[in-house]
């Protein structure tokens, strides 16, 4: 069913938002102290182009920095890519097919907005409780 999700996503709307996080990407790394707001608009793009079987969970050890970082990002590009997820959300639940995909898109912009010290895993890992290094029996792993 993820992969089906995924197809459909694709086609309405990943592509596009791939595309606008691409962008916001490449501009942010032109200058060496936003590079590190680029690859963060990768990463979330690359979600953003692929977002059933995957999800968001904070960063463990992420700190004033991240807050700091989020600020900046909300003010570059954050809002403009949140407002492309109302946007693509808004037309996607026009239609009642559209509906699961006009969700998808509602729950990616606390990320879109704030990025950093967020990181993205298989659903399977985050909710498995394997997600940073933990082996299967509960002891972290090295």
Known sequence: MKTILNVIWLVLSGFWLFLGYLAAGLVLCITIIGIPFGLASFRIGLYA?????????????????????????LVLA???????????????????????????????????????????????QAYGGQAYGQQQHGRPGF
């Open 49 to 73: 182009l692929w977002p059933f079987g995957r999800t968001v969970v904070d960063k463990p050890g992420a700190g004033a920095a991240s807050c700091v970082g989020n600020v900046l990002w």
């Open 78 to 124: 954050g809002w403009w890519l949140a407002l492309g997820h109302v946007v693509t959300g808004v037309l996607l639940c026009v239609t009642i097919i559209g509906i699961p995909l006009g969700i998808a898109n509602f729950k990616l912009i606390p990320v879109s907005l704030l990025p950093l010290g967020k990181d993205i895993v298989p659903t399977d």
